[in-house]
């Protein structure tokens, strides 16, 4: 079965973790999908901001209209969802001046 590669782990958790990054999921959803399904999640994923940016657009039709703290609140809970950290989210969310108030 190994010569097969029916059993080569490092090889089937290289292509999780590249199909969910084609996908642009972050970091904690990713290490979590990984630890599900019995892999190592010993490993460095940096999110980056055109991930958050492409759930962004994907969620919200018009990003040109003020936002209302709910629907702040509900973009935000989205993109945690997604596995990117809070502080890369309310940094994204201020770099696009949705957010301007102050982290509580």
Not at 18 to 29: C, D, F
Not at 41 to 70: G, S, Y
Request: hydrophobic share 30%; aromatic share 14%; charged share 45%.
């Amino acid at each position: 079965m190994k010569r097969l590669g029916a059993l080569d782990d490092e090889k089937n958790r290289e292509y999780f973790l590249n199909k969910l990054r084609e996908r642009g999921y972050g970091a904690k959803y990713i290490k979590l999908s990984l630890k599900k399904r019995g892999f190592d999640t010993n490993i460095d994923i940096v999110d980056t901001q055109e991930d958050i940016e492409k759930w962004f657009k994907k969620k919200v039709k018009d990003a040109k209209k003020p936002f209302n703290r709910k629907e702040i609140a509900r973009v935000f809970r989205y993109l945690l969802s997604k596995g990117f950290s809070s502080e890369e989210v309310y940094s994204f969310l201020k770099k696009e001046g949705i957010y301007e108030g102050e982290r509580d």
